[in-house]
């Protein structure tokens, strides 16, 4: 494990978070170098983008929990429950009646 991998758990206090944080500042070091040249220090400007895109992630998983929180508490999440059918459809006979037909599940056949 680099430094920069030591630096980064220490500083957010997550392996995860650091190891994913180390990687995307790689990759975006390789397309941001070839365009603009490496810098006058590397080392650096890694620990320093991995730092940032850490502590993003972390917001962005602070912000996600406090919306799903919200969201729980509001009453807006679905019942699992299943709902609950019966086997009669009720149909409009010709003077607006309602008559029920009943289907069986298993015909016999006739």
Request: aromatic content about 10%.
């Amino acid at each position: 494990m680099g430094a920069h991998c030591r630096y980064l758990i220490r500083l957010v206090g997550d392996f995860d978070v650091a190891e994913e944080a180390a990687q995307a500042a790689f990759t975006e070091a390789v397309n941001q170098w070839e365009s603009d040249g490496i810098p006058d220090r590397p080392r650096a400007w890694i620990i320093r983008t991995a730092g940032y895109k850490a502590i993003d992630r972390l917001r962005r998983r602070t912000k996600l929990t406090e919306k799903l929180e919200w969201y729980a508490a509001s009453g807006l999440i679905p019942s699992t429950e299943e709902p609950t059918y019966d086997n009669t459809c009720r149909v409009l006979g010709k003077r607006g009646k309602k008559k029920p037909l009943t289907f069986s599940p298993n015909p016999t056949p006739s």
